[in-house]
T-cell receptor
Framework: NAGVTQTPKFRILKIGQSMTLQCTQDMNHNYMYWYRQDPGMGLKLIYY???????DKGEVPNGYNVSRSTTEDFPLRLELAAPSQTSVYFC?????????FGPGTRLLVL | AQSVTQLDSHVSVSEGTPVLLRCNYS??????LFWYVQHPNKGLQLLLK????ATLVKGINGFEAEFKKSETSFHLTKPSAHMSDAAEYFCVVNSNYQLIWGAGTKLIIKP
């Protein structure tokens, strides 16, 4: 099992550009999550999904979109990148009450 | 609504001395609670979890935490700190489908 994988590891975007952060899990978990972590802070939930075809907003969804066409994949889309979206993004899947995290994507918007 | 407060943003201890990282929670029902650790520039690792079984929970690397309902606390402890324990620690409470994260406590180990 590779667990939860994320690509890319690091990306620099210009203001107004768009990009998709990829997240894949091979554990057949129904629940998946996207978080952002700003410096010196805990994680904040952006979006989550309870299964293929079902997504819902978390605490900080503005500026992001998600889709969940398969159980394995849960991509996060930034349409118009802003400096406030500079952060580290973590994807996670959940089985029972335990979440399994990917290694993170560090995003810098200039 | 569930919430979690980590009472110290930084904790500094000498190597070989005990560690105490404090966490208080707020929940309208009996919660599930977690401690995660994040080493510098690394991902998140589950240290331990409480899910309404034994109130004293043992985790990895010698850490343990005690659930105290009367005090709404879930403090993390370790008898003897090691240099490799230097990291950021997060207390987390389960709320329906989501995890609510504390702001984190940075543990500094002095040689």
């Amino acid at each position: 099992n590779a667990g939860v994988t994320q690509t890319p590891k690091f990306r620099i975007l210009k203001i107004g550009q768009s990009m998709t952060l990829q997240c894949t899990q091979d554990m057949n978990h129904n629940y998946m999550y996207w978080y952002r972590q700003d410096p010196g802070m805990g994680l904040k939930l952006i979006y989550y999904s309870v299964g293929a075809g079902i997504t819902d907003k978390g605490e900080v969804p503005n500026g992001y979109n998600v889709s969940r066409s398969t159980t394995e994949d849960f991509p996060l889309r930034l349409e118009l990148a802003a400096p406030s979206q500079t952060s580290v993004y973590f994807c996670a899947s959940k089985l029972g009450e335990t979440q399994y995290f990917g290694p993170g994507t560090r995003l810098l918007v200039l | 609504a569930q919430s979690v407060t980590q009472l110290d943003s930084h904790v500094s201890v000498s190597e070989g001395t005990p560690v105490l990282l404090r966490c208080n929670y707020s929940s309208s029902y009996s919660p599930s609670l977690f401690w995660y650790v994040q080493h510098p520039n690394k991902g998140l690792q589950l240290l331990l979890k409480y899910t309404s079984a034994a109130t004293l929970v043992k985790g990895i690397n010698g850490f343990e935490a005690e659930f105290k309902k009367s005090e709404t606390s879930f403090h993390l402890t370790k008898p003897s700190a090691h240099m490799s324990d230097a990291a950021e620690y997060f207390c987390v409470v389960n709320s329906n489908y989501q995890l609510i994260w504390g702001a984190g406590t940075k543990l500094i180990i002095k040689p």
